[in-house]
């Protein structure tokens, strides 16, 4: 029997062209105004149309600031792409979530939350993090902005299929582990490159257990091993999450929904040209030590030293330490840290902020912190008023920020000055990531919160 991943790639092939490639069919593109403007540019230029508009959903995230949004963009390179976000959607007829309306938001939290992203489908965004949506039994994957010109045009893509992994864990998590431990250490364990060429399936109790959000974080990252995406079977919990979304299935077409999507999953005989199975027991609360999301370890334990690193990584494991300021066999726990950043499309949903004020109720922030919470959309915003977390949060004194992409890639006014250690809930720790000089320890946002009211790294479960 083929792999969940198999039966959803193979019901959208259009046709196999000359070596193999798929010439695939996209039944959801997602756009934000980094990596579009090119392809809308060229699309004007050769006189063409898209072909199925309303595939196409638009939402501003990477560039907007996270404070008055009432008010013009200052930076006026993020501003110009804002605005040809905003005419691009409307020139060719695209539903656009643009600055002040109230589904705006980053273009990976919101499709989800407004049931544009459903089990089954093929999605596709100028964005390495599409991945995310795997996590509702999707084949969703980044592209780069020739192909989003060509599906704006076609509303297909060329792209050859991947080898299939599923990465299992078994066993449960214990408490204070969250879905970002999770992830960080398959990473570790698999290195940046381990699953180049592979679309994984993520299996397995711990996996099962997960909530719709915890899923999205795994998949999220998937990308950081060099899979081209990952994905999780739909299941109770997909369709508890989907049922009454405003572009989910409504009435009969719910049912009849719910019974295609039930069949989405790999069979007990199904060959993956990969299997790589975990103990949810090893896994413990994690940070990352390097520039890269795969140089982490549990948080007490030591850096590696220089014996135990492969002898052709070794400059390259040193020069990663350089910019970080720390030396092999450090211990980090008790590390005095400058800045904490909860959000991201990795960790800025609604579980996300209930997990850090859980931490941070009935504390204060650290005085010597400056913390950034920033939600992933204005829906998660309206939720935290909702349930009374912002009056913990700023009673704690932090300040919730307006949503978008904020300090994940400081392509915004959010940025960490050089030398300055981050506590960040986001995806990526490169170099110059968050800010030029900055140095980004990635975490979940339980060890953010005991960062951010301690001032230094700690583990949550000592709270």
Same mark, same amino acid.
Request: overall charge negative; charged content about 20%.
């Given at each position: 029997?083929?792999?969940?991943?198999?039966?959803?790639?193979?019901?959208?092939?259009?046709?196999?062209?000359?070596?193999?490639?798929?010439?695939?069919?996209?039944?959801?593109?997602?756009?934000?105004?980094?990596? &579009?403007?090119?392809?809308?540019?060229?699309?004007?230029?050769?006189?063409?149309?898209?072909?199925?508009?309303?595939?196409?959903?638009?939402? @501003?995230?990477?560039?907007?600031?996270?404070?008055?949004?009432?008010?013009?963009?200052?930076?006026?390179? !993020?501003?110009?792409?804002?605005?040809?976000?905003?005419?691009?959607?409307?020139?060719? +007829?695209?539903?656009?979530?643009?600055? =002040?309306?109230?589904?705006?938001?980053?273009?990976?939290?919101?499709?989800?939350?407004?049931?544009?992203?459903?089990?089954?489908?093929?999605?596709?965004?100028?964005?390495?993090?599409? !991945?995310?949506?795997?996590?509702?039994?999707?084949?969703?994957?980044?592209?780069?902005?020739?192909?989003?010109?060509?599906?704006?045009? !076609?509303?297909?893509?060329?792209? @050859?299929?991947?080898?299939?992994?599923?990465?299992?864990?078994?066993?449960?998590?214990?408490?204070?582990?969250?879905?970002?431990?999770?992830?960080?250490?398959?990473? !570790?364990?698999?290195?940046? %490159?381990?699953?180049?060429?592979?679309?994984?399936?993520?299996? +397995?109790?711990?996996?099962?257990?997960?909530? #719709?959000?915890?899923?999205?974080?795994?998949?999220?990252? &998937?990308?950081?091993?060099?899979?081209?995406?990952?994905?999780?079977?739909?299941?109770?919990?997909?369709?508890?999450?989907?049922?009454?979304?405003?572009?989910?299935?409504?009435?009969?077409?719910?049912?009849?929904?719910?019974?295609?999507?039930?069949?989405?999953?790999? +069979?007990?005989?199904?060959?993956?040209?990969?299997?790589?199975?975990?103990?949810?027991?090893?896994?413990?609360?994690?940070?990352?030590?390097?520039?890269?999301?795969? #140089?982490?370890?549990?948080?007490?334990?030591? /850096?590696?030293? /220089?014996?135990?690193?492969?002898?052709?990584?070794?400059?390259?494991?040193?020069? &990663?330490?350089?910019?970080?300021?720390?030396? @092999? =066999?450090?211990?980090?726990?008790?590390?005095?840290?400058?800045?904490?950043?909860?959000?991201?499309?990795?960790? =800025?949903?609604?579980?996300?902020?209930?997990?850090?004020?859980?931490?941070?109720?009935?504390?204060?922030?650290?005085?010597?912190?400056?913390?950034?919470?920033?939600?992933?959309?204005?829906?998660?915003?309206?939720?935290?008023?909702?349930?009374?977390?912002?009056?913990?949060?700023?009673?704690?004194?932090?300040?919730?920020?307006?949503?978008?992409?904020?300090?994940?890639?400081?392509?915004?006014?959010?940025?960490?000055?050089? %030398?300055?250690?981050?506590?960040?809930?986001?995806?990526?720790?490169?170099? %110059?990531?968050?800010?030029? %000089?900055?140095?980004?320890?990635?975490?979940?946002?339980?060890?953010?919160?005991?960062?951010?009211?301690?001032?230094?790294?700690?583990?949550?479960?000592?709270?």
């Amino acid at each position: 029997m083929n792999t969940l991943f198999d039966k959803i790639w193979d019901a959208h092939v259009v046709k196999t062209v000359p070596g193999g490639t798929s010439m695939l069919y996209i039944d959801r593109h997602y756009c934000h105004e980094v990596t &579009s403007p090119q392809a809308f540019n060229d699309m004007r230029e050769r006189g063409i149309k898209v072909f199925r508009p309303e595939k196409t959903f638009c939402s @501003p995230d990477h560039n907007i600031p996270t404070m008055h949004q009432e008010l013009p963009i200052k930076d006026l390179v !993020s501003r110009s792409q804002v605005d040809a976000l905003t005419k691009n959607a409307t020139d060719f +007829g695209l539903t656009l979530f643009g600055l =002040g309306n109230p589904k705006n938001g980053i273009i990976h939290v919101i499709g989800p939350e407004n049931g544009l992203t459903l089990p089954g489908y093929t999605i596709v965004c100028g964005d390495s993090h599409t !991945s995310t949506h795997g996590a509702f039994g999707a084949v969703a994957f980044g592209i780069g902005t020739s192909e989003v010109e060509m599906v704006l045009a !076609s509303q297909c893509i060329l792209q @050859p299929k991947p080898k299939s992994m599923r990465i299992s864990i078994n066993g449960r998590l214990k408490p204070y582990v969250t879905a970002k431990d999770v992830a960080l250490y398959i990473i !570790s364990k698999m290195t940046t %490159g381990g699953a180049t060429g592979y679309f994984v399936e993520y299996a +397995g109790e711990a996996i099962r257990n997960m909530s #719709m959000e915890e899923r999205m974080t795994v998949c999220n990252l &998937s990308i950081e091993m060099g899979a081209r995406g990952g994905m999780i079977a739909p299941d109770e919990v997909t369709f508890d999450y989907l049922k009454g979304r405003e572009y989910a299935p409504q009435g009969d077409n719910w049912e009849k929904a719910i019974a295609y999507w039930e069949t989405l999953k790999s +069979g007990d005989d199904a060959i993956f040209d990969k299997e790589v199975a975990f103990d949810a027991a090893d896994i413990n609360p994690r940070i990352t030590y390097g520039t890269n999301p795969g #140089m982490g370890m549990e948080i007490g334990d030591t /850096i590696p030293v /220089i014996d135990s690193i492969d002898e052709s990584s070794r400059e390259s494991f040193m020069k &990663s330490l350089e910019y970080m300021g720390f030396k @092999p =066999g450090q211990n980090l726990e008790g590390l005095p840290i400058d800045y904490v950043f909860l959000g991201s499309c990795t960790n =800025g949903r609604i579980e996300d902020f209930r997990a850090f004020a859980s931490i941070v109720k009935g504390r204060k922030k650290s005085p010597q912190v400056t913390a950034w919470l920033v939600p992933g959309s204005w829906n998660v915003a309206r939720q935290i008023e909702r349930e009374g977390i912002d009056k913990i949060l700023i009673d704690a004194g932090f300040e919730i920020r307006q949503p978008g992409c904020s300090a994940c890639l400081a392509m915004n006014e959010d940025k960490v000055p050089s %030398g300055k250690y981050a506590v960040s809930t986001s995806n990526r720790n490169f170099e %110059g990531r968050q800010g030029p %000089g900055a140095r980004t320890i990635l975490a979940g946002p339980l060890v953010a919160a005991a960062a951010a009211v301690t001032g230094r790294i700690m583990n949550p479960s000592s709270f």
